[in-house]
């Protein structure tokens, strides 16, 4: 694969457009996340008085774990962002709602990050926080958005709890919806969990695909569209326009890491590669080595969104997931045996690289880039 993707005539003529110029400055939010957490910390001593406590080391990681005896209970909430601003403009050019699609978006991004601690799903709650009370008399847009989170919940084997629906006005515009989901899980056995503590030299990473953008990096994407010749309907591909690929669903990973388990595979630790791109692989507190030597196909959506946005590789891979949207690291023995089975649940999959020793770092050899430890600072 070739290091970098040459604008196009357009492309070049424009001026390069980063995420922080499309109003998303992660230098900005991680060090409220890092004064969260520490303060979070702290109140960890209050599940004492219910002969409970924390798993510490899931501090920091994308679920938090508590123990409660028998087994582990994992819990994580997580929202959309601003996926449901494209539904909406391509409802208005299309005459149809996406809202089934950006349901699931909204599920995954609560459940692709449970799993990555061992957990099982167990119980999502919606919460979906309009504009206004009108937004709810769109009723094939409402029927989309409910159908849309209950086949997500069956495929990820979740049971709906409940959840809130709020009319905001005054704080989320007139028109608009802020879509959010919350995920309770079981990690059962105990030696499910899995936060880190079996990572180490000789493991195998293996990613599995993407189906284009998912939930992150819409900001840039939404920014973006104001320089295509076409806006939205702009063809990525034949047949495919660019906002009708950025709706495609994230993939829900759940079925994959259930059916690992079945087959007697745990996984050493995970990543859900989401915001921060290809960065996610040093999310581990360890200082370790990620060595990649074969990449996923990236979208069309992907690759066009590098190009016309005017990112080398390495802007792209530290800001879009480019074709990986979920990160094994498993035993060496392990690898082949767990690329099967992902495949079998119908998600893409590849034993991308390994684990070593060494300074912390992540070295892509197909595109000579490497993130050092600086690169991603979310404790």
Same mark, same amino acid.
């Given at each position: 694969?070739?290091?970098?993707?040459?604008?196009?005539?357009?492309?070049?003529?424009?001026?390069?457009?980063?995420?922080?110029?499309?109003?998303?400055?992660?230098?900005?939010?991680?060090?409220?996340?890092?004064?969260?957490?520490?303060?979070?910390?702290?109140?960890?001593?209050?599940?004492?008085?219910?002969?409970?406590?924390?798993?510490?080391?899931?501090?920091?990681?994308?679920?938090?774990?508590?123990?409660?005896?028998?087994?582990?209970?994992?819990?994580?909430? #997580?929202?959309?962002?601003?996926?449901?601003?494209?539904?909406?403009?391509?409802?208005?050019?299309?005459?149809?709602?996406?809202?089934?699609? &950006?349901?699931?978006?909204?599920?995954?991004?609560?459940?692709?990050?449970? &799993?990555?601690?061992?957990?099982?799903?167990?119980?999502?709650?919606?919460?979906?926080?309009?504009?206004?009370?009108?937004?709810?008399?769109?009723?094939?847009?409402?029927?989309?958005?409910?159908?849309?989170?209950?086949?997500?919940?069956?495929?990820?084997?979740?049971?709906?709890?409940?959840? #809130?629906?709020?009319?905001?006005?005054?704080?989320?515009?007139?028109?608009? &919806?802020?879509?959010?989901?919350?995920?309770?899980?079981?990690?059962?056995?105990?030696?499910?969990?899995?936060?880190?503590?079996?990572?180490?030299?000789?493991?195998?990473?293996?990613?599995?695909?993407?189906?284009?953008?998912?939930?992150?990096?819409?900001?840039?994407?939404?920014?973006?569209? #104001?320089?295509?010749?076409?806006?939205?309907?702009?063809?990525?591909?034949?047949?495919?326009?660019?906002?009708?690929?950025?709706?495609?669903?994230?993939?829900?990973?759940?079925?994959?890491?259930?059916?690992?388990?079945?087959?007697? &595979?745990?996984?050493?630790?995970?990543?859900?590669?989401?915001?921060?791109?290809?960065?996610?692989?040093?999310?581990?507190?360890?200082?370790?080595?990620?060595?990649?030597?074969?990449?996923?196909?990236?979208?069309?959506?992907?690759?066009?969104?590098?190009?016309?946005?005017?990112?080398?590789?390495?802007?792209?891979?530290?800001?879009?997931?480019?074709?990986?949207?979920?990160?094994?690291?498993?035993?060496?023995?392990?690898?082949?045996?767990?690329?099967?089975?992902?495949?079998?649940?119908?998600?893409?999959?590849?034993?991308?690289?390994?684990? #070593?020793?060494?300074?912390?770092?992540?070295?892509?050899?197909?595109?000579?880039?490497?993130?050092?430890?600086?690169?991603?600072?979310?404790?």
């Amino acid at each position: 694969m070739s290091a970098a993707v040459p604008p196009s005539s357009a492309g070049a003529a424009a001026a390069s457009l980063s995420y922080e110029q499309a109003g998303v400055d992660y230098a900005r939010i991680d060090p409220l996340k890092v004064s969260a957490q520490r303060a979070a910390a702290a109140t960890a001593t209050q599940l004492r008085a219910h002969g409970f406590s924390e798993v510490a080391a899931s501090r920091g990681e994308s679920a938090y774990v508590v123990d409660v005896g028998p087994f582990y209970l994992a819990s994580i909430v #997580e929202c959309l962002g601003s996926k449901a601003i494209v539904a909406d403009e391509m409802a208005a050019l299309t005459g149809r709602s996406w809202y089934d699609a &950006i349901a699931q978006d909204t599920i995954a991004m609560a459940v692709n990050d449970l &799993i990555t601690v061992g957990a099982t799903p167990l119980v999502v709650q919606a919460y979906w926080a309009a504009g206004g009370s009108d937004w709810f008399a769109d009723a094939a847009r409402a029927k989309a958005l409910v159908e849309g989170w209950q086949r997500a919940c069956e495929r990820c084997g979740v049971a709906w709890g409940g959840g #809130e629906t709020p009319a905001l006005a005054g704080i989320v515009e007139p028109g608009r &919806i802020d879509l959010a989901a919350s995920c309770t899980g079981i990690v059962s056995p105990k030696e499910r969990l899995s936060v880190g503590d079996r990572l180490g030299p000789g493991d195998a990473i293996v990613l599995l695909d993407s189906s284009g953008i998912h939930a992150n990096g819409l900001s840039l994407a939404r920014k973006l569209v #104001e320089r295509l010749p076409q806006g939205w309907l702009t063809e990525v591909a034949p047949g495919l326009s660019y906002g009708a690929a950025l709706l495609a669903p994230t993939v829900l990973y759940s079925p994959v890491t259930e059916a690992l388990w079945k087959a007697g &595979i745990a996984p050493h630790y995970c990543a859900n590669i989401t915001g921060h791109g290809w960065r996610k692989l040093l999310r581990h507190e360890k200082a370790l080595s990620y060595r990649i030597h074969a990449l996923p196909p990236v979208p069309p959506v992907l690759r066009f969104i590098q190009e016309h946005a005017g990112h080398d590789d390495r802007e792209a891979y530290s800001t879009l997931n480019m074709g990986a949207g979920f990160a094994l690291f498993v035993a060496a023995p392990d690898a082949e045996r767990s690329v099967e089975i992902a495949q079998a649940q119908g998600v893409g999959a590849r034993i991308a690289g390994r684990v #070593e020793a060494g300074a912390k770092e992540l070295v892509i050899e197909p595109l000579s880039l490497r993130f050092g430890d600086e690169s991603l600072q979310l404790r």
